[in-house]
């Protein structure tokens, strides 16, 4: 090999390590920056007529297992998901109270019924006439508190739907003008690592969003497919839209106010599952909707089940009681949680409820005959107290008659509703099976996030260790280029003393 041959094998040799010790530094600089993944040169070996001419270095590349990135992007999707339902049912779990402090529904009609036994031994006592109208009122308001709990959570996830869109928007575009510039370098042979980790970080913000699938392509380009099958197009901006919308107790999608989401003019909202997006969606249009018509249930049987044996206590500001019996089988009182109150005449004359308010004609399968306690009528009347312990607030309507079943299915406006408890019972047992189901959904979220937490910690520390900047292998790597620099080094120098000799013989 001539010295001219070594000096550029020598000088090439330094030109790499040079590189390779920027890629280094890179690393080294960036170990702290989310998403990004070390970079490594890569190298081919150059030789001609199979001599050794050198090393050809080509654009660094990044050291990425596509496989525990695609399972890090999944699991982000069910983390978000969880976190996000866990939040708005612990809020629900807030309104519901703990079970036997005193402010649960249970405990709240309880407190009723401890009232109604009180005025049984004394029934023309005022101040405990008064006590039952308070603790029914209590109890009304309690209902109230519920059922605006359950509407406020719709909206609030309505609210971060149009958030999470935007947001999702916002990162699509960053992605479409992150790949189109590494189509550009890869075409042209350069380096795009820095590009795609700036991509990844985009594509990280989107699958906390929605579930997300990355089809990577030679030429640098990469296809997104979101929930359950969507491919959006990169080259439209702000491809995903929805409008805004007031949330009530008897609003429903598709249909009853609550606007689409839409993917180029064609409704997608089935179709985006999975993270915060999914997550809020199934919250606004499920898991809410079915609590305010299992709540709905309660409120409407509570009202029919006294004004059955003739004490109108809880009613519609109007002072009705919804009747039911429609189709679906709570369209005449979707919503009547939000409104159900202490009737006006019983707040008025709370001598009512001893006396009664309306006469029951009486039925075999429904309550017995009742007359009311009449104006001037016996001081010490019990038959409507006695009444509405044994059967208002009983299993059954009267002796050997059940009490209709509450319903379970149908529910809601449109009757795709589902209650996952029995019919059956007296109000209390009612309440409680509604309370007990509610609470049991945000147990299992919040366990359910618990295992997945852990998961995604596996994930994200295996994928740092095969694709992240580790110091250690940093400096190391910083070590033998120094010693590879110094060997280059010194074979240059050699060839230069080399030289010298030659032309100090020569002349």
Known sequence: MSLDASLSIASGSLANINRQLALVSQNVANAATPGYAREVSTQQSVTAGGLGMGVHSGPAQRNIDAALQAGMLQQNATVSGLQTRQAALQ???AALGTPGQGSDLPSLLGKMQDAFSTLASGPDNPTQQQAVVSAASTLASGINTLSSAYTGQRQAANDAIQSDLNTLNSAMGTISSLTKQIIVLKSSGQSTADL??????????VSQIVDLKVLNQDNGNVVLVLGSGLSPSLDTPNP???GPATIGAGSFYPGGGIPAITLGGVDVTSQLIGGSLGANIALRDKTLPANQAELDEFSQNLASRFDAQGLRLFTDP???????GGA???SGYVGFAAAIQVNPAVRATPSLVRDGTQAVAGSPTGASAFTPNPAGGPAGFTTLITRVLDYALGAQVQSGVTQ????????GPTGAVSSPYSGSGALGTLATAMVGAQAQDSAAA?????????????LQSKFSAQSGVSIDTEMSTMVQLQNAYGASARLISAAQAMWSQFLNAVQ
């Open 404 to 411: 209709p079943a509450f319903h379970t299915a149908g529910l």
């Open 91 to 93: 809020a629900i779990d």
């Open 446 to 458: 919040t366990g359910q996030l618990g295992t997945e937490h852990a998961v995604q910690a596996t």
């Open 318 to 324: 109007s002072g009705n009681v919804p009747s039911g």
């Open 240 to 242: 995903f839209s929805t």
């Open 328 to 330: 679906p089988v709570q």
């Open 196 to 205: 795609e980790s700036q991509r990844d970080a985009a594509l990280q913000s």
